[in-house]
């Protein structure tokens, strides 16, 4: 299994990005695949997730209406298309996968984020105001 994050970079605040989560060695529809940043001298935080079998999204609530999640199920790639960037979304943006069921998106994030052991490099997004 293999994921590789990409996209990331630097920006203005009031910019956009796209970042990339390609995976392989996996059944893509199989899973839920999330997005987690981390910010200097903080911890790592779920930002949105998507459950590749139906769609299923969930959003933090500081990224509501700014950060949207989808994948290519033919391209095994998920996306996290990011606008109106803010100074506070810098950070390392990582992605996971997981089992697929998103009917507690919340407990799926914090399950990730203390039992999930195969984090990539991740990729850097810096805003600057």
């Known amino acids: 299994v293999q994921l590789v994050e990409s996209g990331g970079g630097s920006v203005q605040a009031g910019g956009s990005l796209r970042l990339s989560c390609t995976t392989s060695g996996i059944i893509f529809e199989e899973y839920a695949i999330g997005w987690f940043r981390q910010a200097p001298g903080k911890e790592r935080e779920g930002v949105a997730c998507?459950?590749?079998?139906?769609?299923?999204?969930y959003y933090t609530d500081s990224v509501k209406g700014r950060f949207f999640v989808g994948s290519d199920n033919a391209k095994n790639t998920t996306y996290l298309e990011m606008n109106s960037l803010r100074p506070e979304d810098t950070g390392v943006y990582y992605c996971?996968?997981?089992?697929?069921?998103?009917?507690?998106?919340?407990?799926?994030?914090?399950?990730?984020?203390?039992?999930?052991?195969?984090w990539g490099p991740g990729t850097q997004v810096s805003v600057s105001s």
């Open positions: 996971g996968i997981g089992p697929p069921a998103l009917s507690d998106p919340e407990f799926w994030i914090a399950t990730m984020l203390s039992e999930y052991d195969y």
């Open positions: 998507i459950g590749n079998n139906d769609g299923t999204t």
